[in-house]
């Protein structure tokens, strides 16, 4: 620009810029700086930022991304991370949440699942997370699992999951189950549930049960269990 006096031009000072005819040097506005013979502006590069009259643009810090004019970084949102001078923050994998500060992501803890949330979650009782812990699957039928769980896993004999698939709840009385299954079946006549459950027995000599009896009983006076051991027939019938 022109000397005061008219007589001569000089360099525009560090951070200011002029376009040919320009009576005075200027700042560049916010997210742009001064070209190397400062006569014009250049605007920042991606992930950098620079405030109005700055003679050099920096690059946003992790966990952060330039404004929309790139006069400054804001903060990534809970969810989201950023590295060093990245242009804008992103959102962590499946099965991943951000860091501390947001500038990368980690993995979740097993029995954990995050599908772009800030936080890793817990599957609910009766489920656990998919392979990917993206989300959560429900147990197959004759499995449950604890809230937390890793994996689904089936009840013991004699018992099968409960209505939430949370737990096990045992056989009642006259009925058994095996390893895995999602119901509990009735023995028939003239059979009983092993102690444990796991099958049914026939009834020993002499005596009878009818489907759903819990052990086996004697007949009553004048009658003798039928060929099957399902009922009881008087004598000379």
């Known amino acids: ?7 001569r031009c000089i360099q525009c000072e560090h951070g200011k810029h002029s376009v040919p005819g320009d009576a ?3 700042i560049c506005p916010a997210g742009s700086i001064p070209a190397a013979q400062n006569n014009s502006c250049v605007a920042c590069g991606s992930g950098e930022y620079a405030g109005a009259g700055a003679s050099q643009c ?3 810090p992790a966990g952060s991304e330039p404004t929309g004019n790139k006069s400054t970084c ?10 060093a001078g990245s242009a804008q923050c992103a959102t962590c994998s499946a099965g991943s949440v951000p860091n ?3 500038s990368g992501c980690v993995s979740c803890l097993q029995g954990k699942y995050a599908s772009g949330g800030p936080d890793c979650l817990t599957c609910s009782p009766g489920s656990v997370p998919s392979a990917e812990q993206s989300g959560c699957v429900l147990c197959q039928p004759g499995q449950y699992a604890v809230a937390g769980a890793t994996v689904c896993s089936p009840c013991s004999n004699g018992s099968v999951p409960s209505a939430d698939l949370s737990g096990c709840t045992s056989c009642s009385p006259g009925r058994f ?3 895995g299954w999602a119901q509990c079946s009735t023995c028939s006549g003239g059979t009983v549930p092993t102690p444990d459950g796991s099958r049914c027995i026939q009834c020993e000599h002499g005596k009878h049960s009818v489907p759903g009896d819990a052990a086996c009983s004697i007949c009553p006076v004048g009658s003798i269990p039928s060929a099957q051991n399902s009922s009881c027939v008087a004598c000379g019938s």
């Open 1 to 7: 620009v022109p000397t005061p006096d008219g007589s």
């Open 24 to 26: 005075a040097c200027s």
């Open 58 to 60: 920096f690059a946003c």
């Open 74 to 83: 804001k903060a990534c949102t809970a969810a989201k991370y950023a590295t």
């Open 100 to 102: 501390g500060d947001q």
């Open 177 to 179: 189950a095996v390893s």
